[in-house]
C-alpha cells in the first residue's frame, strides 16, 4: 500500500518496535507520507499496511527512517516485528543520493558504509531535543521498576544513583520528589557542585566499596563495569540494584549473583514502558530535523 503524498514530506519507515509503530501512524495521521517496510501484516496497532517490497517502500520518499538502535546484529535492521532479516546493505543500495536516513544509534560500520554510498545522515540519539526527553522516560521507567520489585515504601528507602548525567539528574529529582533519601554517585567536581545545588546527599565513585552497605536500591547509569565484585562484596544481600545504563552495562552481573544480589538490567526503558511516548519523542525529534534541513 503506498501512502505517500505528493504535497508534503514522505517518509519510508524501515523496521522497529512499537516506537515506530507510533511514529508511522501518527505522521501518517497528520498528513505526511508514509511506507512502512519490516513488518508483517497482522502486526498489532500498526495502521499501514506494511509494504513486502523494500524497493516500493523506499521509491519516492524524502526521508528513511531508521529505528532505534538502527541495528540488531551486525548489517541486519532491528526489526522484531518481521521474519526476515533486513540487510542494511540493500536498504542503502536502492536509496538515491537525494534521500537523508534518520537513525538512532548509527555505528561506524553503519556510518562508513552511508558514507561510501553518499548517504547523507543524521543519528536522532545524539540529539539534546531526544536524549533529554527519553532520558526522563529512562528515569521515570527505573522508579517503576523500584516501585513494582521492592516490599516497601520508596519513601522510606535509601537511594543511591551512580553517575549524574542526563538519568542521574532526572532521577535523583524523581526519587527525592517522593520522599526517598537520595544520594548522587558521581566522580566529577562538576556534578558535584550540580549535587550540592540540588540539596542530595553526594559520594565519588572511588567510595562505592565503602558506601554501598547502607543502601536499599543502587541505581547505575554509567555504561562502564563500575559496579565491581569488590563493591558487591560489600553490599547487603537484599538489596536491588537496577541498571538502567546502556550495554555493556555497569554491574558484573555473574559476581551479583554469586553474592546473591538481585539484580535488574533495564535496557532499552522508553521502548518497553512508555512506547507511545517514546514513539511521540522520535517523531518531534525527526520533524526538528526535517525542520533544519528544509527538507
Same mark, same amino acid.
Given at each position: ?5 505528493? %504535497? ?5 519507515i ?20 508514509? %511506507? ?18 523494500? @524497493?516500493?517502500?523506499? *521509491? %519516492?520518499? =524524502?526521508? /528513511? /527512517? ?24 540493500? #536498504?542503502?543500495?536502492?536509496? &538515491? ?24 545522515? #543524521? ?8 536524549? /533529554? ?5 529512562t528515569?521515570?521507567?527505573?522508579l517503576s ?15 543511591? #544513583? ?14 527525592? @520528589? ?20 540540588y540539596?542530595?546527599? *553526594? ?17 547505575? &547509569? #554509567?555504561?562502564? *563495569?563500575?559496579? &565491581?565484585?569488590?563493591v ?12 538502567? !545504563?546502556?550495554?555493556? @552495562? @555497569?554491574? =558484573? ?24 511516548? !517514546? ?17
Amino acid at each position: 500500500m503506498n501512502n505517500i503524498s505528493s %504535497n508534503k514530506r514522505s517518509f519510508a519507515i524501515i523496521g522497529g518496535d512499537m516506537r515506530q509503530i507510533r511514529l508511522a501512524n501518527t505522521l501518517c495521521e497528520d498528513g505526511y507520507g508514509v %511506507n512502512v517496510y519490516g513488518f508483517m501484516p497482522d502486526t498489532q496497532h500498526l495502521k499501514i499496511k506494511p509494504s513486502d517490497c523494500l @524497493g516500493n517502500t523506499l *521509491k %519516492n520518499t =524524502d526521508i /528513511v /527512517v531508521l529505528p532505534l538502535p538502527a541495528l540488531s546484529e551486525t548489517e541486519a535492521i532491528n526489526a522484531p516485528f518481521f521474519d526476515k532479516k533486513i540487510k542494511i546493505r540493500e #536498504v542503502i543500495e536502492q536509496m &538515491t543520493s537525494n534521500q537523508i536516513l534518520i537513525g538512532g544509534k548509527i555505528d561506524d560500520s553503519l556510518k562508513t558504509l552511508l558514507d561510501i554510498h553518499g548517504i547523507y545522515y #543524521v543519528d536522532y540519539f545524539l540529539r539534546e531535543d531526544f536524549t /533529554v526527553l527519553n532520558a526522563a522516560l529512562t528515569a521515570e521507567g527505573g522508579l517503576s521498576i523500584a516501585l513494582s520489585e521492592t516490599a516497601i515504601a520508596l519513601s522510606s528507602c535509601n537511594c543511591l #544513583v551512580v553517575g549524574f548525567g542526563r538519568i542521574g539528574k532526572l532521577l535523583c529529582h524523581a526519587l527525592n @520528589g517522593i520522599g526517598a533519601k537520595v544520594c548522587a554517585c558521581a566522580r566529577k567536581n562538576e556534578a558535584f557542585a550540580w549535587i550540592d545545588a540540588y540539596g542530595y546527599k *553526594k559520594a565519588h565513585i572511588n567510595e562505592l566499596s565503602d558506601i554501598v552497605k547502607d543502601y536499599d536500591i543502587i541505581f547505575n &547509569t #554509567v555504561p562502564h *563495569k563500575i559496579i &565491581t565484585e569488590d563493591v558487591l562484596e560489600n553490599m547487603c544481600h537484599d538489596t536491588l540494584i537496577i541498571d538502567l !545504563a546502556s550495554k555493556p @552495562g @555497569g554491574v =558484573d552481573f555473574n559476581a551479583a549473583s554469586k553474592f546473591g544480589i538481585s539484580t535488574i538490567w533495564a535496557l532499552s526503558l522508553p521502548g518497553r514502558t512508555a512506547p507511545i511516548t !517514546a514513539g511521540d519523542i522520535i517523531k518531534q525529534t525527526i520533524l526538528n530535523i526535517c525542520d533544519e534541513l528544509e527538507v
